[in-house]
C-alpha cells in the first residue's frame, strides 16, 4: 500500500465558494463527499482534491485525471482505522487503489493554537525547541503576573532561556509588585 503524503503548505488553493445571485451559499460541488479525522485534523474529499483542513486549509491535494497527486483511480470514499491509539490511516479508497493518508508534520504549529487556547502544559509538550518553549513560557509568566500570582510568574520567568525580558527587567517587575518571595524564587531559580 501506497502513502498519499499531504503536504504542511498549500499545494493549491481552494476554490471561492460560489453562490446564488445574492453570492451567499455553497455549491454541492463544493462539499465534500466524506470525512476522516486525524488527531489534529479534518480530511475532506472532495470529487477533485483531497483537503487537510484545522480551521483553516492547511493542505490539499488535487486529484484530478492528470496524475500529477499519483492517485490511481477515481477517488471513492475515505476510511478511518476504528482501532484507536494512534493507528495509521485515514485511507483514500479509489477504484483501482486503497492509499494511506498522511499528513506531514501533523503536529507542527499545534503548539500555537494550543498557546491561544491557554492551554500551556499541551503547548510546551509539541513546542519544538528553546524559543518555542520560551515563548510558551512567557506566555504563561504573563498570565500569572496579570492573576497576580507572582510566584507562579517568577518560577515561569525563570524558565526563559532566550535572554528576553532581561534578568534586570524581570527582577525590576517582581521588585515593583512587592512581593519578596516571588523575587527570591526567581532569583534563587535562574542563579542556579
Not at 500529477?68 to 470514499?77: D, H, R
Not at 491509539?85 to 504549529?109: I, K, W
Not at 509568566?141 to 507562579?152: C, Q, T, V
Not at 528576553?164 to 517587575?173: C, G, K, N, T
Request: charged letters at 20%; a negative charge.
Amino acid at each position: 500500500m501506497r502513502q498519499l503524503p499531504l503536504g504542511q503548505l498549500p499545494l493549491g488553493r481552494a476554490p471561492a465558494a460560489s453562490g446564488g445571485a445574492d453570492g451567499g451559499g455553497t455549491s454541492p460541488e463544493d462539499e465534500p463527499a466524506c470525512m476522516a479525522v486525524t488527531e489534529y485534523h479534518y480530511i475532506l474529499l472532495h470529487p477533485d482534491r483531497l483537503m487537510a483542513v484545522s480551521g483553516k486549509v492547511v493542505a490539499e491535494v488535487a486529484l484530478g485525471p492528470s496524475g500529477a497527486s499519483g492517485v490511481i483511480g477515481a477517488p471513492l470514499t475515505l476510511l478511518q482505522d476504528g482501532g484507536g491509539g494512534g493507528g495509521a490511516g485515514p485511507y483514500l479508497v479509489t477504484s483501482d487503489a486503497l492509499l494511506e493518508v498522511g499528513l506531514l508534520n501533523e503536529g507542527r504549529g499545534m503548539w500555537r493554537t494550543y498557546l491561544e487556547y491557554e492551554d500551556y502544559d499541551s503547548a510546551l509538550k509539541l513546542a519544538a525547541g528553546p524559543a518555542q518553549r520560551d515563548t510558551v513560557y512567557l506566555a504563561m509568566a504573563r498570565d500569572s503576573f496579570a492573576r497576580g500570582d507572582y510566584k507562579a510568574a517568577a518560577s515561569q520567568w525563570a524558565r526563559v532561556v532566550g535572554g528576553r525580558p532581561s534578568f534586570e527587567d524581570v527582577a525590576l517587575q517582581l521588585v515593583e509588585a512587592g512581593d519578596p518571595g516571588a523575587l527570591a524564587l526567581f532569583l534563587s531559580t535562574k542563579l542556579q
